[in-house]
Structures are given as structure tokens and as C-alpha cells.
């Protein structure tokens, strides 16, 4: 554990979206100080605290990066920002490939420039394509199936070169399903037209939505729909703190890590769960499955357990549901964001 009074400056890209707010939070809570850059052409300023330093603009701005490096004094840097929409990486690759690989490139250069040691990447399980084994460790093929899971792919690539060539150390943490919303509501999915099953979910519970759609329901699962591996939010957002302090305690190493409990729900189950944290029932309706989706994506967990000293606190499928409700319920209360 580094003393709080040691703890240097770390820049979060991204930090007004979902995730990256909540590894925000982690890392105030934590005793870091934070600076975070996002352009907010998906994130939210409200969902910055007032605790860190906000700077709005676009990671590829090199001139405007360099300064935030240098004025700040940031050793480390967590990377959230970009483009992570599987079905429209798929119609648009270009703005993937732009938003994911090419400005990772340059905030990368930057680093390097700014002599910036550490660097942790929010990457994705998207990058295994439909593993061949489930659970799936991060020794497993990656061929991914989408550009979005190839954009990613390229900057962890990007990553492992430059650490190979520069003195910098890196993390890419490879996401399963992240749900859920911060415990004591201060951010949540707050994205319009979001299209994770457990916010769509909840929007359809509190009356934003009609119906809730099933895409598929003949996969070779026990009941026939897809089974994922939902990881709360802030439980990742955890898993971030910790892999920062793991880079500067043993700066020659770098890691590749899945985010996931282990265990995955199927399509129904959660919305099993839905209903039950509701007293409701949700209309589902029944859709052809969609191209490219696998029947199981569930994360091999072995490797962060034994390297990092982060331990889940919130894998309870009804915690998450119940998290993820109460900010949509906050949500409607404002009339949106």
C-alpha cells in the first residue's frame, strides 16, 4: 500500500463516462489525486467530481496532454476513453479504429514524451472473439470478431511494444460484462440508447422502455439464451486502484488481466432477477439471435485473484440489478441527465 502522502497525480481518460467515473471515485476515495481529460461527446461533466481537476478536450490534442503531464506532474495514466458500441464498430470500423487505436497511439506518444511511467488500459474480453473454451484465460487465442474487439486488441499491442522499447509499464484490463452503478449513488450508466441487458433492463422496470428483446434463444446453454459474466462496476473500478498500485511497486512488469467473477448468468436469469428486485414483470419479447454472439463469454478470474490483491465485493446478481435500479430511479428523478 503506498502512503497517501507518496500517492502521485494520475490522469483518467474518460473519467466523465460510465466506467472511467467510477474509477474516479475509486481512486479519490483511495487518496489519489486525479486529473481527468474527456471531450464529453459521450460523457457527462456531472459526473466528474469536484475533488479532481477537469480538463475538457481530446486525447489525440498532444499539446493540450503534454501540458496536463507536465503542469500536474502525472507518473501514471488510466485510459477509458473511446468508442464501445460492438454493433456500430461494425457499420462505422473507421471511428473505432480512430477513437480506439489511432488516439490511443497518440496519448501513448505522450506518455512517453511526458515520461509518464505507468499506464492502465481499459480493454475488453471482445478481443477472445467467440473463445474456444469457457471460462476463458488470458492465454486464449484472441481473434476477435468485431472492430471494436480489434481495436482494442491493437492498442494492447501498441502497449506491449512501447513498455518493450520505453521505461514504461502497463496493465490492460480485459472487461467481461460491467453492470451496476456506484453503491452510494453518487454516478451510474447514465449513456442514452445503451445497450447492456442489465440497463436496458432496468430502464424497461422504470417504464423508459416497453419491452425488454431476447436475441436468441436456441445457444447451448441450460435455457437456451446467451450466459455472460456481469461484474459490478465499482468492483471493477476497484480492480483499477489496485492494478495502479501493483505498476509502481514493481515497475519492469506488465500484466494482462480479465475482469470477471468467474460464474456468468444467462439473458432470463436476469431478468429473473429484475423482476424479483422489482416485484415486476418485465414484457420480454423474443428475437432472433444476433450474428456474432457467442454462446458463453465467461471470464477465467485466476490470474487477477493471484496477482493483485482485489477481491470482489458486490458479485451478487441482485446486488447489481438493485445498484443499477436505484440510479435509473435518480435518473428519472432529474429527467435524465
Same mark, same amino acid.
Given at each position: 500500500?503506498?502512503?497517501?502522502?507518496?500517492?502521485?497525480?494520475?490522469?483518467?481518460?474518460?473519467?466523465?463516462?460510465?466506467?472511467?467515473?467510477?474509477?474516479?471515485?475509486?481512486?479519490?476515495?483511495?487518496?489519489?489525486?486525479?486529473?481527468?481529460?474527456?471531450?464529453?461527446?459521450?460523457?457527462?461533466?456531472?459526473?466528474?467530481?469536484?475533488?479532481?481537476?477537469?480538463?475538457?478536450?481530446?486525447?489525440?490534442?498532444?499539446?493540450?496532454?503534454?501540458?496536463?503531464?507536465?503542469?500536474?506532474?502525472?507518473?501514471?495514466?488510466?485510459?477509458?476513453?473511446?468508442?464501445?458500441?460492438?454493433?456500430?464498430?461494425? #457499420? *462505422? @470500423?473507421?471511428?473505432?479504429?480512430?477513437?480506439? !487505436?489511432?488516439?490511443?497511439?497518440? &496519448? +501513448?506518444?505522450? =506518455? /512517453?514524451?511526458?515520461?509518464?511511467?505507468?499506464?492502465?488500459?481499459?480493454?475488453?474480453?471482445?478481443?477472445?472473439?467467440?473463445?474456444?473454451?469457457?471460462?476463458?484465460?488470458?492465454?486464449?487465442?484472441?481473434?476477435?470478431?468485431?472492430?471494436?474487439?480489434?481495436?482494442?486488441?491493437?492498442?494492447?499491442?501498441?502497449?506491449?511494444?512501447?513498455?518493450?522499447?520505453?521505461?514504461?509499464?502497463?496493465?490492460?484490463?480485459?472487461?467481461?460484462?460491467?453492470?451496476? #452503478? *456506484? @453503491?452510494?449513488?453518487?454516478?451510474?450508466?447514465? !449513456?442514452?440508447?445503451?445497450?447492456? &441487458? +442489465?440497463?436496458? =433492463? /432496468?430502464?424497461?422496470?422504470?417504464?423508459?422502455?416497453?419491452?425488454?428483446?431476447?436475441?436468441?434463444?436456441?445457444?447451448?446453454?441450460?435455457?437456451?439464451?446467451?450466459?455472460?459474466?456481469?461484474?459490478?462496476?465499482?468492483?471493477?473500478?476497484?480492480?483499477?486502484?489496485?492494478?495502479?498500485?501493483?505498476?509502481?511497486?514493481?515497475?519492469?512488469?506488465?500484466?494482462?488481466?480479465?475482469?470477471?467473477?468467474?460464474?456468468?448468468?444467462?439473458?432470463?436469469?436476469?431478468? *429473473?432477477?429484475?423482476?424479483?428486485?422489482?416485484?415486476?414483470?418485465?414484457?420480454?419479447?423474443?428475437?432472433?439471435?444476433? =450474428?456474432?454472439?457467442?454462446?458463453?463469454?465467461?471470464?477465467?478470474?485466476?490470474?487477477?485473484?493471484?496477482?493483485?490483491?482485489?477481491?470482489?465485493?458486490?458479485?451478487?446478481?441482485?446486488?447489481?440489478?438493485?445498484?443499477?435500479?436505484?440510479?435509473?430511479?435518480?435518473?428519472?428523478?432529474?429527467?435524465?441527465?
Amino acid at each position: 500500500m503506498i502512503d497517501r502522502d507518496e500517492k502521485p497525480a494520475v490522469l483518467v481518460t474518460g473519467g466523465a463516462g460510465y466506467i472511467g467515473s467510477h474509477a474516479v471515485l475509486a481512486l479519490l476515495d483511495a487518496g489519489w489525486p486525479v486529473v481527468v481529460i474527456d471531450n464529453l461527446v459521450t460523457g457527462f461533466r456531472s459526473a466528474v467530481p469536484d475533488a479532481a481537476i477537469f480538463a475538457e478536450g481530446d486525447i489525440a490534442d498532444q499539446r493540450l496532454v503534454g501540458r496536463l503531464i507536465a503542469e500536474q506532474r502525472i507518473k501514471a495514466i488510466v485510459h477509458f476513453a473511446g468508442s464501445v458500441v460492438v454493433p456500430e464498430s461494425v #457499420a *462505422d @470500423p473507421l471511428k473505432y479504429y480512430e477513437n480506439n !487505436t489511432v488516439k490511443s497511439r497518440a &496519448l +501513448i506518444e505522450s =506518455a /512517453v514524451k511526458g515520461e509518464v511511467r505507468h499506464f492502465i488500459f481499459s480493454s475488453t474480453a471482445a478481443t477472445y472473439g467467440i473463445p474456444e473454451q469457457v471460462p476463458v484465460a488470458e492465454t486464449a487465442r484472441t481473434e476477435p470478431i468485431n472492430p471494436y474487439g480489434w481495436s482494442k486488441l491493437m492498442s494492447e499491442r501498441m502497449l506491449a511494444d512501447t513498455a518493450a522499447a520505453h521505461p514504461l509499464n502497463y496493465c490492460a484490463l480485459r472487461y467481461f460484462n460491467v453492470a451496476g #452503478a *456506484d @453503491p452510494q449513488g453518487r454516478s451510474g450508466q447514465s !449513456t442514452a440508447g445503451a445497450t447492456h &441487458l +442489465i440497463k436496458v =433492463a /432496468v430502464e424497461a422496470a422504470t417504464g423508459k422502455r416497453s419491452h425488454v428483446s431476447v436475441y436468441g434463444t436456441d445457444y447451448d446453454t441450460p435455457d437456451g439464451t446467451g450466459v455472460r459474466d456481469y461484474i459490478h462496476v465499482s468492483d471493477l473500478a476497484a480492480a483499477h486502484v489496485d492494478a495502479l498500485e501493483k505498476l509502481i511497486a514493481d515497475p519492469e512488469t506488465s500484466h494482462v488481466m480479465n475482469c470477471g467473477y468467474g460464474r456468468g448468468f444467462s439473458v432470463l436469469e436476469v431478468l *429473473d432477477a429484475v423482476d424479483r428486485v422489482t416485484n415486476l414483470k418485465l414484457d420480454r419479447r423474443l428475437q432472433p439471435r444476433r =450474428a456474432g454472439d457467442p454462446d458463453a463469454l465467461i471470464a477465467d478470474n485466476s490470474r487477477i485473484l493471484a496477482t493483485l490483491p482485489w477481491r470482489p465485493r458486490r458479485d451478487d446478481l441482485d446486488t447489481i440489478v438493485a445498484d443499477a435500479l436505484a440510479w435509473e430511479r435518480t435518473l428519472a428523478g432529474r429527467g435524465g441527465e
